[in-house]
């Protein structure tokens, strides 16, 4: 299975002391050079910049070509290249929270999902506690609407 991921799962994850979770679930993630610089910007967390700079061995970073597409300039460099790259490689699965991005992304035929389905897919397989990751997640600045996460617990 080929996964592409955007910055925020990946940073979110990292945030909540659940990355380790992505290789358990998809054993090999890509990611574009543009989500590694974003990872490693100066305004990133510390703890997020120095997981990216230990660069795991399930990652790879990938060189992604730039082509003008009307569709994706609105987006930030992460979404765009993490578009561009999973496209690229026919991925299976773009991990991405960015709701344009994951507009965008499924309008050119891309299947999507967020930080919060990883979560959610991870319990159901007794990787981790939900209820105990989503409140680590909600000290975050991840927004989630109370609905869906009542709906997360609930389940």
């Known amino acids: 299975m080929i996964v592409v991921a955007d910055t925020s799962p990946i940073n979110y994850l990292v945030l909540i002391d ?3 979770v992505l290789p358990k679930l998809l054993r090999q993630i890509a990611i574009p050079t543009g989500v590694l610089s ?8 510390r703890k997020v910049r120095g997981w990216a700079e230990a660069n795991p061995p399930w990652l790879s970073v990938e060189m992604v070509t730039v082509t003008p597409e009307i569709e994706l300039e ?4 992460g979404e765009y290249e993490a578009i561009i790259l999973a496209e690229k490689l026919q991925a299976n699965l773009l991990i991405i929270d960015d709701r344009a991005g994951r507009k965008a992304a499924v309008r050119i035929g891309l299947r999507t999902v967020g930080t919060l389905f990883v979560l959610q897919r991870a319990s159901r397989r007794a990787i981790l506690d939900l209820p105990q ?3 680590k997640l909600q000290r975050t600045n991840f927004r989630i609407s109370p609905k869906i996460l009542q709906s997360l617990l609930d389940e």
């Not at 490693?40 to 967390?45: A, F, G, H, N, W």
């Not at 609105?74 to 460099?77: A, H, N, P, S, V």
């Open 18 to 20: 659940e990355i380790d």
């Open 133 to 135: 990751a989503l409140e």
């Open 38 to 45: 974003e990872l490693q910007r100066d305004k990133t967390p």
């Open 74 to 77: 609105k987006l930030g460099r």
